[in-house]
């Protein structure tokens, strides 16, 4: 079972964040004062069973008590269909985990990460690669700040 409300930081572990994607899912993880957003990887999507395994895992390996789904949504407000794959992984990823699995906003965090790349001055080369895991990071701290202001 998944809460979509926030979820207030009342202890020091952290919070994991996953921005998925049908082909890749990109991961970040929080400090334990729930302050700092690092990027922590990008894994290959397999099968909606196999992640969530596998994100179940980085979160004990992480000691992460929460983890964010970044989801998409369509112009009626409503989860546009890659939203809805993500809510399912949300769902199975609910039934290992028992611990909070919050449904979030992701909207433009992969062209936001794109653009930090930029301003960060890093070239277009290096820029190819996949920015899952600090789109995953932007997710991250869009919940911290809401959960911290």
């Known amino acids: 079972m998944y809460n979509a409300q926030l979820m207030q ?25 729930r302050k700092i957003a690092r990027p922590l990887g990008v894994f290959l999507h397999t099968s909606r069973v196999d992640d969530a395994e596998k994100i179940v895992e ?22 546009s ?3 809805r794959s993500a809510s399912r992984l949300a769902d199975e990823i609910s039934k ?13 965090t992969t062209q936001a990460a794109k653009e930090l790349q930029i301003e960060k001055g890093i070239s277009q080369k290096k820029r190819r690669g996949h920015q899952d895991d600090i ?8 919940y911290l700040e809401k959960i911290n202001s």
């Open 81 to 83: 269909p890659s939203g």
């Open 135 to 142: 789109a995953a990071e932007l997710l991250l701290k869009d």
């Open 9 to 33: 930081a009342q202890n020091s572990t952290c919070v994991l964040a996953v921005d998925w994607g049908s082909k890749r899912l990109g991961i970040a993880v929080s400090d334990p004062t």
């Open 96 to 108: 290992l985990f028992g611990k909070p699995v919050i449904l979030w906003d992701e909207s433009f």
């Open 58 to 79: 980085l979160s004990r390996e992480n000691h992460a008590d929460v983890i964010i789904i970044g989801v998409t949504y369509d112009d009626e407000n409503r989860l």
